[in-house]
C-alpha cells in the first residue's frame, strides 16, 4: 500500500517537472502543440489568419502562466482549455466581425480543400479523402460553437470526455449532451449525403 | 442505432459491428470512420505545413515578460516612496520639541500679536482715564460757595 502510494507520488511529480521543462521552452511547446491547436482553431474559426492569431495567444498565454500548471491534466488538455477559451472570448468581444468575417471567408475556407495535400495512393483515392474531408467540415459548420467544439476535441483530436469537459469548462454530462446532438447532426449530413 | 451507441464506435477503428441491427449501419459506421480519419489526416498535414512557416515566439515571448514586469516595478517603486516618504515624515514630526512650537512660529506673526497687545493696552488705558475725574465738582462751576462766603460776611458786618 505504502509502495503503490510513493510510486503514484513519483509518477505525478515526474509528470509534473516533464511538463514543466516543457513549458519552460517557448519554441519546444510551439513546435509540439501548435499544428494540433492550429488544426481545432482553424476548424472553429474557419480563418486562417484568425486561427494564427488565436494558436499563438494560446501558446504565449501558456508560457505566461506555466507557474500555474499542476499537472492535474495534460499540457494539451490544459492548453487546448486556453484555446477554447481564447476563441470564446474572440466570438464574446467581436461578435458581429468575428462572424461577418467568419461567413466572408466561408468561400476561402472551402478553398481549404485546396490546400488539403493528396495523400491518397492513387489518384482516385486522393479525391474521395479530400471529398470526405470537405464533407466532414462542411457537417461541422452546421454544428452549433459548443457541438462542434465537443465534435472536433472528440474524434479529430481524439480527447478523453474527462479531458473535454476540463477543456470547456463543463460537467461530462453536457458534453455528452452536445456530442450526441452533433453526432445526430453529422449523420444526418453525411448520411444524407451518401444516400 | 442511436447516436449514443453510433458515438461509442465512432472512434473505434476495428470495432465489433456484428452485434448491429442492419448493414446499412455498418457501411454507415465505417464510411463515417473513413471521412473523419480523411479529415483529420488532411487537416493535420495543412496545420503542420502552415506551423513550419511560422516565426519563432521566444522573442514575443520576452518583450511580454518585459510588458507583464512593468507594472510590477511600478507599483513597487510606488509602494516604495509611500513607505519612504512616511518615515521621513514620521521622523520629522518626533524631532519637533514642544517648547520650541514657539520658536518654530513664523517671525511675522510675532510683531503682529505684540502691536495687537499695546493697541488693546491703551485702548483700555484712555477708557480708564475717561473714567477716572481729577477736576473740582461741577457744583463748583456754579460759585455757590463764593455766594455763600458774601452772605456769611455781610451777616457778620450787621451784627458788628
Not at chain 1, 69 to 86: D, H, K, Q, Y
Amino acid at each position: 500500500m505504502a509502495y503503490t502510494l510513493h510510486a503514484d507520488v513519483l509518477k505525478f511529480t515526474t509528470k509534473e517537472q516533464t511538463a514543466t521543462t516543457e513549458l519552460d521552452d517557448i519554441d519546444a511547446l510551439a513546435r509540439n502543440y501548435r499544428p494540433r491547436l492550429l488544426r481545432f482553431v482553424m476548424a472553429s474559426v474557419r480563418d486562417e489568419e484568425l486561427a494564427d492569431t488565436i494558436v499563438q495567444d494560446t501558446l504565449l498565454k501558456a508560457y505566461r502562466n506555466r507557474a500555474g500548471f499542476r499537472g492535474e491534466c495534460t499540457v494539451n488538455t490544459w492548453m487546448t482549455g486556453i484555446a477554447v477559451n481564447l476563441i470564446r472570448d474572440h466570438a464574446r468581444t467581436q461578435k458581429f466581425k468575428f462572424w461577418r468575417k467568419a461567413h466572408a471567408s466561408a468561400v476561402d475556407a472551402t478553398d481549404m480543400a485546396n490546400h488539403l495535400r493528396s495523400s491518397g495512393s492513387s489518384p482516385e483515392g486522393a479525391l474521395l479523402a479530400r471529398e470526405q474531408a470537405v464533407q466532414v467540415r462542411e457537417a461541422m459548420e452546421l454544428l452549433s460553437p459548443n457541438q462542434r467544439t465537443a465534435f472536433l476535441l472528440r474524434f479529430i483530436e481524439e480527447m478523453d470526455l474527462p479531458d473535454i469537459a476540463d477543456a470547456m469548462g463543463m460537467p461530462v454530462n453536457t458534453v455528452k449532451t452536445h456530442l450526441h446532438r452533433a453526432v445526430k447532426s453529422v449523420r444526418a449530413r453525411i448520411g444524407g449525403a451518401r444516400v | 442505432m442511436t447516436d449514443e451507441a453510433f458515438a461509442e464506435l465512432l472512434l473505434k477503428p476495428h470495432a465489433d459491428t456484428h452485434g448491429m441491427e442492419t448493414a446499412g449501419d455498418q457501411q454507415e459506421l465505417r464510411d463515417l470512420q473513413a471521412a473523419l480519419g480523411s479529415y483529420r489526416r488532411e487537416t493535420l498535414h495543412w496545420a503542420e505545413r502552415r506551423s513550419a512557416g511560422q516565426p519563432s515566439l521566444a522573442d514575443k515571448a520576452r518583450a511580454q515578460q518585459r510588458w507583464n514586469a512593468l507594472p510590477q516595478w511600478a507599483l513597487a517603486t510606488v509602494a516604495l516612496v509611500t513607505i519612504v516618504g512616511g518615515v521621513v515624515h514620521l521622523a520629522s514630526d518626533r524631532a519637533v520639541e514642544p517648547t520650541s512650537i514657539a520658536a518654530t512660529l513664523p517671525a511675522a506673526e510675532q510683531p503682529a500679536a505684540t502691536d495687537d497687545v499695546a493697541a488693546d493696552n491703551h485702548l483700555l488705558s484712555s477708557i480708564d482715564a475717561e473714567l477716572s475725574y481729577h477736576g473740582g465738582s461741577p457744583v463748583d462751576g456754579l460759585r455757590l460757595r463764593d455766594a455763600g462766603s458774601a452772605e456769611r460776611t455781610e451777616v457778620a458786618g450787621a451784627t458788628d
